[in-house]
Every structure is written in structure tokens, then in C-alpha cells.
């Protein structure tokens, strides 16, 4: 199956700081790559699509101001937790979407990034 | 609002035996659905895709489709402890390649 990497896999950092999580695609390329949170014994959340070249679609209840998404490239999607509260630490996980044929696709994770804030 | 369904458990099955995970969804018009395997702290791992009535085997898994029903499954044979895990029920939400989830089966396989 397709790789999808992650960049750092985990982070401590101090409340009010800001932290950037890549996401990479690395043997395909994904027009479209998600965003997910996730916290002890619960199921991923869905943040946000990141769609290349163009601005996020973010979920309902998820503030673009504070979870910023750039899909820079077709393998790059970044995110970015500005002014980081503890309430913030969680795992998230990024996906990309690999077609195999039109309207066929296999969703990939990456490995996640595990943020901590204190 | 389209949803999965799919029992929270946990299934407990002994090393050796067969587990069967179901799951069902609410539109009818859905094409697609995927079987993810999520070992704790980890991310989630592609099992099986499947798109057409019927069984699709590989290896020790077949996913199993049921359209007119409404309803996926997913048959684990020979089941070992490394299987022990939660398993997400995915269903893709056409042109937009979002996943819908259920809450996810967590496995127990006892040696």
C-alpha cells in the first residue's frame, strides 16, 4: 500500500506557542489529504480537507483560526495549532487519498503526531 | 446525515476461531467501504476495501457486502492474538473522499 509520513511524531510544547505538523504523502500524490484529531478511547474526529492549491474545508466546530491547514504540493499538507492551550494536546493524524481509478480511492494514514501542551 | 453503525463490543473470540464484525449504514445509494485495524496509540491501517456485492477475500480476511440489506462484515479466520485490536467500519462519501465512521468493534483475541 501508499506511505504516508509524519513529521514530528511527537511534540511537547508550551501553551501559547505555536506548533506545525507535516503530513507527506510519499510514493503518490494526494489532491487531498485530511486532517484528524483524536483523543484517549474515542474515534478519530474529522478536522479538515486539505485540497491542493486551494483553502481548507474545515468540519463544523473546528476553528480555521487556530487549526491552519496549507496543501502546498501535491505530497505536503501542513498544520499548524497556533497559540497551543493544553486542552489542544491530542493525537492527530493525517490521511491522503490515493485513485485508483476514477471515483476509486484507498484512504491512507499517516503514523500521527502525538502533541502535548503544557 | 449519513451514518455507520457498527457494535463498540468488545468481541471476544479464543486464538483459532473465527470473529465476524458487522457493521451497517443508512444510504442506500453508498458505493464504497473500507475495513481499517487501529492498535492502541497507533493510527489506522487499511485491512480491506470493498465496492461490489458479494465476498472479497485476502488471505485470513473477507469483507463481505450486502447492499440490499445495508449491512458490511468482516470475517477474520484463524483469529491470533496480534488481531486484537479495534476495527473501523468506513464508508467513502463519493466525490469528496471523506470517510464516514462507525465508532469501531474492539477485538479481544484470548490465547
Known amino acids: 500500500g501508499a506511505v504516508v509520513s509524519q513529521h514530528p511524531s511527537w511534540v511537547i510544547c508550551k501553551s501559547g506557542t505555536s506548533v506545525k505538523i507535516e503530513c507527506r504523502s510519499l510514493d503518490f500524490q494526494a489532491t487531498t489529504m485530511f486532517w484528524y484529531r483524536q483523543f484517549p478511547k474515542q474515534s478519530l474526529m474529522l478536522m479538515a480537507t486539505?485540497?491542493?492549491?486551494?483553502?481548507?474545508?474545515?468540519e463544523q466546530g473546528v476553528e480555521k483560526d487556530k487549526f491552519l491547514i496549507n496543501h502546498a504540493s501535491l505530497t505536503l499538507s501542513t498544520l499548524t495549532v497556533t497559540s497551543a492551550h493544553p486542552e489542544d494536546s491530542s493525537f492527530y493524524i493525517c490521511?491522503?487519498?490515493?485513485?485508483?481509478?476514477?471515483?476509486?480511492?484507498?484512504?491512507?494514514f499517516g503514523p500521527g503526531t502525538r502533541l502535548t501542551v503544557t | 446525515q449519513k451514518e455507520v453503525e457498527q457494535n463498540s463490543g468488545p468481541l471476544s473470540v479464543p486464538e483459532g476461531a473465527i470473529a465476524s464484525l458487522n457493521c451497517t449504514y443508512s444510504?442506500?445509494?453508498?458505493?464504497?467501504f473500507f475495513w481499517y485495524r487501529q492498535y492502541s496509540g497507533k493510527s489506522p491501517e487499511l485491512i480491506m476495501f470493498?465496492?461490489?456485492?458479494g465476498d472479497k477475500e485476502d488471505g485470513r480476511f473477507t469483507a463481505q457486502l450486502n447492499k440490499a440489506s445495508q449491512y458490511v462484515s468482516l470475517l477474520i479466520r484463524d483469529s491470533q492474538p496480534s488481531d486484537s485490536a479495534t476495527y473501523l467500519c468506513?464508508?467513502?462519501?463519493?466525490?469528496?473522499?471523506?470517510?464516514?465512521f462507525g465508532q469501531g468493534t474492539t477485538l479481544q483475541v484470548k490465547p
Open positions: 468506513l464508508e467513502g462519501s463519493g466525490n469528496t473522499g471523506k470517510l464516514i
Open positions: 444510504d442506500r445509494g453508498s458505493q464504497s
Open positions: 486539505s485540497n491542493e492549491g486551494s483553502k481548507a474545508t474545515y
Open positions: 490521511s491522503a487519498n490515493q485513485y485508483t481509478v476514477p471515483d476509486s480511492y484507498e484512504q491512507y
Open positions: 470493498i465496492y461490489s456485492n
